[in-house]
């Protein structure tokens, strides 16, 4: 390990073609004391051999199976002392992203994680990006109803979000980690809860993690200056309407089941976990109403989802268990956390 602060956990699969454009930025950067760390789901392209022959800096970590992004980070986490900790996927950074990014923590010794402000850019299925001023995502913030979306995903930028503020959560495409809020965060000896996994596939346990950690008293930052660009593989809008839930339909094709199961489950799981019951009680007319809107929507335009029903059903006896630990060890009341539900 060399004897920088901050680590930048990169995880990929069969990423060939526009792998040299998510490893330039990170080459790039102003910031140049840190580590990089890669680590490779088996891929079955030339992936390997790019990071090999052009970045040999950058360690490489082979896997022979493809676990998934996040079990890829626990695994690189687990084994790091870093002060700080990046996980990154498929994002372009802009050139000072760490150097803000720890001069920001550096001031907020009681902030966990950074958060960017992600923009939206086309990639996939060009040579190319196209960089836009949409924005992806500022971190997530959750309702009443418990739904939860990516904060001003899908808004043209302008200047609305130029204040640096607290935000619920950091969302997963690349949060900037305080390494000692991590550890404090683990449960069972895990930062992400295994079961929140369908084989390679996960889905939440970003949601999962952050809040566990808001729970255990760690804030979570937004800095306008801190930025990046992602081309996101889900939706990349918001539902505020009823309506707006059939716009989304055609977007929604591109997503596997899978995912969608998952991402149906784990938010619910998430709740059962961290949420307070006397706050689920208060907003109780919110959420049931959401939930029968999701049924209907799920029973008319994806009635796979339900499906997982059983299963979910199955394990609440396992998020029971794991929120026991959770709330044996919060420091932040149902009042503060109520604040963000609104």
Not at 23 to 43: C, G, H, M, P, R
Not at 125 to 143: M, S
Not at 193 to 209: E, F, M
Request: glycine share 6%; aromatic share 12%; proline share 3%.
């Amino acid at each position: 390990m060399s004897n920088s602060m901050v680590v930048l956990n990169f995880v990929i699969r069969n990423g060939e073609k526009h792998l040299r454009l998510f490893l330039n930025s990170i080459k790039n950067q102003t910031y140049t004391d840190f580590a990089v760390n890669i680590w490779d789901n088996n891929s079955t392209d030339k992936t390997r051999e790019i990071i090999k022959t052009e970045y040999p800096d950058f360690k490489l970590h082979e896997s022979s199976e493809n676990i998934g992004v996040w079990s890829a980070m626990e695994k690189l986490i687990n084994h790091q002392n870093y002060k700080y900790i990046i996980c990154m996927t498929d994002i372009i950074l802009k050139n000072d992203f760490i150097e803000k990014s720890v001069k920001i923590m550096e001031q907020n010794s009681d902030c966990g994680a950074l958060q960017a402000k992600i923009y939206q850019m086309n990639l996939y299925g060009q040579e190319q990006p196209v960089f836009t001023n949409i924005i992806d995502t500022l971190g997530f913030r959750p309702f009443r109803s418990r739904k939860i979306i990516n904060l001003g995903q899908g808004e043209k930028d302008w200047h609305q979000y130029d204040n640096m503020k607290e935000v619920f959560a950091v969302e997963g495409a690349i949060p900037f980690f305080r390494k000692e809020a991590l550890e404090n965060c683990r449960i069972n000896g895990w930062l992400i809860d295994p079961n929140y996994r369908t084989g390679s596939i996960g889905y939440g346990d970003d949601l999962d993690l952050a809040w566990r950690m808001r729970l255990f008293g760690w804030k979570h930052i937004f800095s306008p200056e801190v930025i990046g660009y992602h081309d996101r593989s889900t939706t990349k809008g918001t539902s505020s309407k009823v309506g707006d839930y059939f716009k989304r339909i055609g977007e929604r094709r591109d997503i596997s089941m899978s995912k969608k199961r998952l991402d149906w489950r784990n938010t619910r799981w998430t709740i059962i976990k961290n949420d307070y019951i006397i706050d689920i009680l208060r907003d109780l007319p919110h959420i049931l109403w959401r939930e029968m809107m999701v049924l209907g929507y799920a029973i008319f335009f994806e009635p796979k989802i339900l499906l997982e029903f059983p299963f979910f059903l199955k394990s609440v006896p396992k998020m029971l268990s794991a929120r026991k630990q959770i709330m044996a060890r919060k420091t932040i009341g149902s009042q503060k956390m109520r604040r963000w539900f609104r």
